[in-house]
């Protein structure tokens, strides 16, 4: 029974346009979140987190928005470019002591 | 030094050989992770050293040994190892258990045959 689902496998932008990658997650004790950013033959890179006290953290193009009665999570990328195309992933932790559970990803291509 | 280094970068082991895969961070953080991750699929965690102790084992069979031999270093020994186990083999490290962010490892390519 996968907690964090992230529905899109796939998703292709033009440069220049906002990509919405979203994220949903089932058990509600998930308090702090996470997006990383994969590139072939690399290990996840961080991006920006959100903790369940916020609904929006923004870190330059990076917005993460928060929707805690709907238990759903978007990353908006504004302005997307083609270095952002990798594959996201989205990660829920709860509790202190709990370990991060990762979402499938979501294949990002930004189209030039 | 904001690495976490990982090596080989490729192994190709057979179902009866010994090998270990090596992970090393220089950041000063005390909390170190191996995951496992297949293709398409999302990383799980395997191991969690907190401290140089082992804190979680997530029910990993034992042909897979970790061992954490001071703050900077983590391995991870194989033997015995099936074709399924064919994976991407992660590290990473935090400054403590879980409440940071993780730096991780741009990870081992381990092929079983």
């Known amino acids: 029974d996968q907690q964090v689902k992230q529905n899109s496998p796939s998703l292709s932008v033009q440069e220049g346009r906002i990509s919405i990658l979203n994220c949903d997650y089932t058990?509600?004790?998930?308090?702090?979140f996470l997006w990383y950013k994969k590139y072939p033959a690399e290990g996840p890179t961080f991006l920006i987190s959100?903790?369940?006290?916020?609904d929006k953290n923004e870190d330059g193009r990076f917005t993460v928005f928060l929707n805690k009665s709907a238990k759903h999570l978007s990353l908006h990328i504004v302005p997307s470019q083609p270095g952002d195309s990798a594959v996201y992933f989205c990660?829920?932790?709860?509790?202190?002591?709990?370990?991060?559970?990762f979402g499938p990803g979501t294949r990002l291509s930004v189209l030039p | 030094d904001t690495e976490v280094t990982q090596t080989p970068k490729h192994l190709v082991m057979g179902m009866t050989n010994k090998k270990s895969l090596k992970c090393e961070q220089h950041?000063?953080?005390?909390?170190m992770y191996w995951y496992k991750q297949k293709a398409k699929k999302p990383p799980e965690l395997m191991f969690v050293?907190?401290?140089?102790?082992?804190?979680i084992n997530e029910s990993v069979p034992s042909r897979f040994s970790p061992e954490c031999p001071n703050s900077s270093l983590l391995n991870l020994h194989l033997h015995a190892l099936q074709p399924e186990d064919s994976a991407l083999y992660l590290c990473?490290?935090?400054?403590?258990?879980?409440?940071?962010?993780?730096?991780f490892g741009s990870g081992t390519q381990l092929s079983v045959l």
């Open positions: 990473a490290s935090s400054t403590r258990q879980f409440v940071e962010k993780l730096f």
């Open positions: 990660a829920a932790s709860g509790n202190y002591g709990q370990n991060f559970v």
């Open positions: 050293y907190s401290y140089e102790k082992l804190s």
């Open positions: 959100i903790s369940s006290i916020k």
């Open positions: 950041m000063g953080h005390r909390a």
């Open positions: 058990n509600s004790m998930f308090d702090y």
